[in-house]
């Protein structure tokens, strides 16, 4: 029978060849093992078994005939049932929706709407059938048969079921709604507060998330139904009877990590669950009938508890919807520890640049005063002329230059940590002849550095408005780089031109270089290219120098090729002669 059933359009095709060649024709219909399927009783029976449901309704709306998947399919035993009720009683079976899950009217069925017109197109039907709750999704086909005269004797329909299909749909779009939600903002428990009211009411009556808390067990962030005093009550037994964290259901998920399904509430267990009387008269009033408790897991611990709640006893959870549910805890789980992570980063990033900017600010006192006894201390051993006092002099030159150097680092630090934190930097402006103030910094650093030939080139003076102290800073950290990053015997040159409005000072080196995947990232704190692993540093320097230029109206730009040298070039608006 089950190959005579699978073989129905092949079987349709062979009747219409059988009928044109004019064997056994108009009764006859060939199966694949080339027997025949001759009698009205056989052609039944195909009727019958046919894997879609087939119904045919008069012109009355009377069912007069349904197969054996129609009756399944309407909640049937036996298709006689069926065909022997009025229509009225057999339509009072079931709840007819359409796909947004409204009402539909009798008379949008498209059986109904073929019977009327003379023809319909196909349609998506759902319905409810009354007595079990159970809900389907069907793909109706209308055909009609006309009597000889033309008019609509039957509707024959063909339903095609879809609920499987618009189950696995509805799972995804359920996800993916979740996703969306949980995705679209840092803060989880607004997030949370959504999710819940999304899977309110077509995943259950009642959603409601808790978080641990480290100190005060379980914190309630979400509780959603329909019935906004029904909330109010929620609210209140958690307020009077806090969930105990360490035992029954909820203590349970929580130690286990599991997930549990209390398909169907019992009075017993209600009473079992009240801690006195008026807390079952409380729990009996909020419609617990059954309920699945799922942990919000991330990185192996559990954040808190997703707790479902069915009120309608015809919908209990059943082991098939864990999948689902599981995923939906999986996904609300991730979302909280994502951004807990975010808010920790986010936080230990705001105490370093604290810390940084503290710091450098306490350090300025000290290094300041070092400084000036070492710049005294040397200017008094310079003026000694004992044996040996040369090497006093060496000594204390190099101690200035380093605290020289150890000071700039602190203002750089100072400066960056108060960009960062949006304070602004209280620059002092001046107007400056930049060519006089590159010679001096030059002539520093070739002193400094006996390995390095630098060149200094340019023409016409160039008056610009800075604060003279951080831009020696800036001058000084790229002359460094360019020696620190380039071998010994490599020229360092530096040019000062004036265009379009601005001066230029190009400081080119022969060096390391840059790789081309660096550049973009160059001037960001802490960050240091690939190629400099051997060589000392902090990764502050640039990121420093840009915002300082940025301030005072101009611009620091790199380029640069690996093995073959970079040129910085720092603009500055000019302001005349
Ligand atoms: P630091 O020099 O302390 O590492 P900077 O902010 O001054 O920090 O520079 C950031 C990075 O840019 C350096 O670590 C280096 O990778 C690259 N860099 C800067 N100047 C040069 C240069 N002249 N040649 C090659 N690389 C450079």
Same mark, same amino acid.
């Given at each position: 029978?089950?190959?005579?059933?699978?073989?129905?359009?092949?079987?349709?095709?062979?009747?219409?060849?059988?009928?044109?060649?004019?064997?056994?024709?108009?009764?006859?219909?060939?199966?694949?093992?080339?027997?025949?399927?001759?009698?009205?009783?056989?052609?039944?029976?195909?009727?019958?078994?046919?894997?879609?449901?087939?119904?045919?309704?008069?012109?009355?709306?009377?069912?007069?005939?349904?197969?054996?998947?129609?009756?399944?399919?309407?909640?049937?035993?036996?298709?006689?049932?069926?065909?022997?009720?009025?229509?009225?009683?057999?339509?009072?079976?079931?709840?007819?929706?359409?796909?947004?899950?409204?009402?539909?009217?009798?008379?949008?069925?498209?059986?109904?709407?073929?019977?009327?017109?003379?023809?319909?197109?196909?349609?998506?039907?759902?319905?409810?059938?009354?007595?079990?709750?159970?809900?389907?999704?069907?793909?109706?086909?209308?055909?009609?048969?006309?009597?000889?005269?033309?008019?609509?004797?039957?509707?024959?329909?063909?339903?095609?079921?879809?609920?499987?299909?618009?189950?696995?749909?509805?799972?995804? !779009?359920?996800?993916?709604?979740?996703?969306?939600?949980?995705?679209?903002?840092?803060?989880?428990?607004?997030?949370?507060?959504?999710?819940?009211?999304m899977v309110v009411p077509q995943l259950a009556d009642w959603c409601v998330v808790d978080l641990v808390?480290?100190?005060?067990?379980?914190?309630?962030?979400?509780?959603?139904?329909?019935?906004?005093?029904?909330?109010?009550?929620?609210?209140?037994?958690?307020?009077?009877?806090?969930?105990?964290?360490?035992?029954?259901?909820?203590?349970?998920?929580?130690?286990?990590?599991?997930?549990?399904?209390?398909?169907?509430?019992?009075?017993?267990?209600?009473?079992?669950?009240?801690?006195?009387?008026?807390?079952?008269?409380?729990?009996?009033?909020?419609?617990?009938?059954?309920?699945?408790?799922?942990?919000?897991?991330?990185?192996?611990?559990?954040?808190?508890?997703?707790?479902?709640?069915?009120?309608?006893?015809?919908?209990?959870?059943?082991?098939?919807?864990?999948?689902?549910?599981?995923?939906?805890?999986?996904?609300?789980?991730?979302?909280?520890?994502?951004?807990?992570?975010?808010?920790?980063? !986010?936080?230990?990033?705001?105490?370093?640049?604290?810390?940084?900017?503290?710091?450098?600010?306490?350090?300025?006192?000290?290094?300041?005063?070092?400084?000036?006894?070492?710049?005294?201390?040397?200017?008094?051993?310079?003026?000694?002329?004992?044996?040996?006092?040369?090497?006093?002099?060496?000594?204390?030159?190099?101690?200035?230059?380093?605290?020289?150097?150890l000071t700039d680092l602190v203002a750089d630090l100072m400066d960056v940590s108060l960009l960062r934190?949006?304070?602004?930097?209280?620059?002092?402006?001046?107007?400056?002849?930049?060519?006089?103030?590159?010679?001096?910094?030059?002539?520093?650093?070739?002193?400094?550095?006996?390995?390095?030939?630098?060149?200094?080139?340019?023409?016409?003076?160039?008056?610009?408005?800075?604060?003279?102290?951080?831009?020696?800073?800036?001058?000084?950290?790229?002359?460094?780089?360019?020696?620190?990053?380039?071998?010994?015997?490599?020229?360092?040159?530096?040019?000062?031109?004036?265009?379009?409005?601005?001066?230029?000072?190009?400081?080119?080196?022969?060096?390391?270089?840059?790789?081309?995947?660096?550049?973009?990232?160059?001037?960001?704190?802490?960050r240091r290219a690939s190629n400099v692993a051997g060589v000392r540093g902090t990764g502050l320097g640039?990121?420093?120098?840009?915002?300082?230029?940025?301030?005072?109206?101009?611009?620091?730009?790199?380029?640069?090729?690996?093995?073959?040298?970079?040129?910085?070039?720092?603009?500055?608006?000019?302001?005349?002669?």
């Open positions: 029978m089950a190959k005579v059933r699978s073989e129905t359009a092949s079987a349709a095709r062979g009747a219409s060849r059988a009928r044109g060649g004019g064997r056994r024709a108009g009764s006859a219909i060939k199966t694949t093992e080339g027997g025949w399927v001759g009698s009205t009783e056989q052609l039944y029976m195909v009727l019958q078994e046919a894997g879609d449901a087939i119904t045919v309704v008069d012109v009355t709306g009377q069912l007069r005939y349904a197969n054996k998947a129609a009756a399944t399919a309407m909640g049937f035993e036996d298709p006689a049932d069926a065909v022997s009720l009025p229509s009225e009683e057999l339509l009072a079976h079931f709840e007819l929706l359409d796909a947004d899950g409204k009402p539909l009217l009798e008379e949008a069925l498209p059986g109904r709407r073929a019977q009327r017109e003379g023809s319909a197109p196909e349609g998506l039907v759902r319905f409810r059938i009354r007595a079990t709750g159970e809900e389907r999704w069907s793909l109706v086909r209308p055909a009609v048969v006309r009597a000889p005269g033309g008019q609509v004797q039957f509707v024959i329909n063909s339903f095609h079921d879809v609920t499987a299909l618009k189950e696995t749909e509805r799972r995804l !779009t359920l996800l993916a709604d979740a996703g969306s939600i949980l995705g679209k903002s840092v803060d989880y428990q607004e997030s949370l507060n959504e999710l819940a009211r808390e480290p100190e005060s067990g379980l914190r309630r962030v979400a509780v959603a139904h329909e019935d906004a005093s029904l909330v109010e009550l929620a609210e209140e037994v958690q307020r009077r009877w806090p969930s105990n964290t360490e035992e029954g259901a909820t203590g349970d998920v929580l130690k286990s990590g599991e997930p549990l399904l209390l398909p169907v509430i019992t009075e017993e267990q209600l009473l079992t669950a009240a801690r006195d009387e008026e807390h079952g008269r409380y729990l009996r009033a909020l419609g617990l009938n059954s309920v699945a408790i799922l942990p919000l897991t991330a990185r192996g611990r559990v954040l808190g508890l997703l707790t479902l709640v069915r009120s309608d006893r015809s919908r209990a959870f059943g082991e098939e919807e864990l999948p689902l549910l599981g995923e939906l805890a999986a996904r609300a789980g991730t979302a909280i520890d994502n951004s807990r992570l975010l808010h920790e980063a !986010t936080e230990a990033v705001r105490l370093r640049d604290d810390f940084l900017a503290i710091a450098s600010h306490d350090m300025r006192t000290p290094l300041a005063a070092i400084l000036g006894y070492l710049q005294l201390g040397l200017r008094r051993a310079k003026r000694v002329e004992e044996p040996g006092s040369e090497k006093l002099v060496e000594y204390l030159s190099a101690a200035e230059s380093m605290a020289g150097r934190s949006g304070r602004p930097i209280a620059l002092e402006m001046v107007e400056l002849e930049v060519a006089p103030v590159l010679e001096r910094v030059i002539d520093v650093h070739q002193k400094l550095a006996r390995t390095h030939r630098f060149a200094f080139v340019h023409d016409a003076p160039v008056v610009v408005q800075a604060d003279l102290r951080r831009f020696e800073r800036v001058l000084d950290n790229l002359l460094s780089n360019a020696v620190k990053f380039s071998s010994a015997g490599g020229e360092v040159r530096v040019t000062l031109d004036e265009k379009g409005g601005m001066a230029r000072i190009t400081v080119r080196d022969q060096g390391l270089g840059i790789p081309t995947a660096d550049l973009p990232e160059l001037f960001t704190r802490f640039l990121a420093g120098s840009r915002e300082i230029i940025r301030q005072m109206g101009g611009e620091i730009e790199v380029s640069s090729r690996e093995g073959k040298g970079s040129s910085f070039v720092v603009t500055l608006p000019v302001t005349g002669g």
